[in-house]
C-alpha cells in the first residue's frame, strides 16, 4: 500500500500504550495517539506521529485493502476449481461472463450499445427491431467473432505476439472503420496506424513508425515474466498498450480482450471492466500516462474482478464485505 508518510518496516515491537482490534482472519492493528502500526499477512506498515482520529482513517483503508485482497484470492480459487481444459469448459463457465464483457467493453466507448442487443447477438445471432447504428451491431458481432476465435487460443495458453494482436483487431472492427480512417488515410482493421494519432489529456501514443518497434518491446518483456503477480503484470500490459496506442481505432477493445488474454492463459480469472465505472478506468491509465505508475491500475482490475464475479457467478454472499467497515 502506498501513501504519504507510511513506509514498508519488519516487524518490530512498540512500547506506547496502545489497543488490539482484531479485524479479519491473519490480520491485525494498533490505534495510539503518536503512532500507527497495521499488520497483514505478517507485514507491518509504520505512520509517524499521526493523531489517533487520522491514524482510524488510515487503518480503516489499509483495512478494506486487507479484504479485498481477501476477495480477490477467493476469486482466484474459484477460477482455478473450474480446472477449465476444453473450449466447452470455458462456454461453460463464461456463460454470462462473455456477454456482460461485450456489452461493457463496446458501451465504454459507443454508447448506443444496449445489453439487450448484445445478449441477442450471442444467443441468437440476430437483433429484432433495431432502429439504432449499424456500427453498434457490428461491433457487438465481431465481440462474439472475437470470443470464438481466441476460445481454443487460451486453452492452448497461446503467447502474446504481434500476429495475434493484429488479428484480435481485424475480428473485433471489420466494417467498423469510419470513411476518413479507411477511404482517406487508408488504414485497415489488422493493420497498425499510418498517421500518428494521439490520446488521453496528455496526448500520448506511439508514433506510427515507432508502433511495430515499441509493441515487440511490451510483448517481449510481459511474455519474459515468470512471477507470481500476473494481475500485475497484467495491469502493466495493459496500460503500455493503451500508451502506445497501435490502431487507428479499437485500441480499447482490443487492450480490454488482451488483458483478458494474458490473464487466462496464466490461470488467473478474467473480468469485465464495467462502463459505469469508466471515469476511474480512465483516471487510473492517466496516471500511468503521467507517472508511469500502475498501482491505481491495479487496485482498479482487482475491484472489477470482485464486482464481475460476484455478479457472475453469485459470490456475493460469499465474498467478505467491505462497505460495513
Not at 499488520?39 to 483503508?61: C, K, M, P, Q, Y
Request: charged share 25%; glycine share 6%.
Amino acid at each position: 500500500m502506498s501513501g504519504g508518510g507510511v513506509a514498508l518496516i519488519g516487524l518490530a515491537a512498540h512500547h506506547t500504550m496502545s489497543k488490539t482490534y482484531p479485524l479479519i482472519h491473519n490480520t491485525w492493528y494498533m490505534i495510539t495517539t503518536q503512532s500507527l502500526y497495521y499488520g497483514f499477512n505478517g507485514t507491518v506498515l509504520l505512520s509517524s506521529d499521526e493523531t489517533a482520529t487520522h491514524g482510524i482513517i488510515r487503518i480503516t483503508a489499509c483495512a478494506k485493502e486487507g479484504i479485498q485482497l481477501e476477495k480477490y484470492h477467493k476469486v482466484l480459487e474459484l477460477w482455478r476449481s473450474y480446472s477449465v481444459e476444453s473450449t466447452a469448459d470455458l462456454d461453460k463457465y463464461l456463460s454470462s461472463f462473455r456477454i456482460l464483457f461485450a456489452y461493457n467493453s463496446g458501451k465504454i466507448e459507443n454508447d448506443e450499445i444496449t445489453y439487450h442487443d448484445t445478449r441477442e447477438i450471442f444467443e441468437n445471432g440476430k437483433v429484432s427491431g433495431f432502429t439504432g447504428s449499424p456500427r453498434a451491431l457490428f461491433e457487438q458481432q465481431n465481440q462474439k467473432l472475437c470470443y470464438e476465435f481466441l476460445k481454443e487460443r487460451i486453452i492452448k495458453k497461446e503467447p502474446l505476439s504481434t500476429e495475434l494482436i493484429k488479428e484480435i483487431h481485424r475480428v473485433l472492427t471489420m466494417g467498423t472503420y469510419d470513411e476518413r480512417r479507411y477511404i482517406v488515410n487508408e488504414e485497415r482493421p489488422g493493420e497498425y496506424k499510418k498517421h500518428d494519432y494521439v490520446t488521453g489529456t496528455h496526448e500520448v501514443g506511439s508514433a506510427a513508425r515507432d508502433v511495430e518497434t515499441d509493441l515487440v518491446a511490451l510483448i517481449d518483456e510481459v511474455n519474459g515474466y515468470s512471477g507470481e503477480e500476473v494481475l500485475k503484470a497484467a495491469a502493466y500490459l495493459h496500460a503500455r498498450f493503451e500508451y502506445i496506442h497501435p490502431f487507428a481505432d479499437g485500441n480499447g477493445r482490443v487492450g480490454r480482450t488482451l488483458l483478458n488474454h494474458y490473464l487466462m492463459t496464466n490461470d488467473h480469472p478474467p473480468l469485465i471492466i464495467y462502463d459505469e465505472d469508466k471515469r476511474v478506468y480512465y483516471d487510473a491509465l492517466q496516471e500511468y500516462d503521467e507517472s508511469e505508475s500502475i498501482d491505481r491500475l491495479v487496485s482498479f482490475l482487482r475491484e472489477q474482478c470482485e464486482k464481475t464475479w460476484e455478479k457472475t457467478a453469485g459470490l456475493h454472499a460469499a465474498l467478505p464485505k467491505i462497505d460495513k467497515l
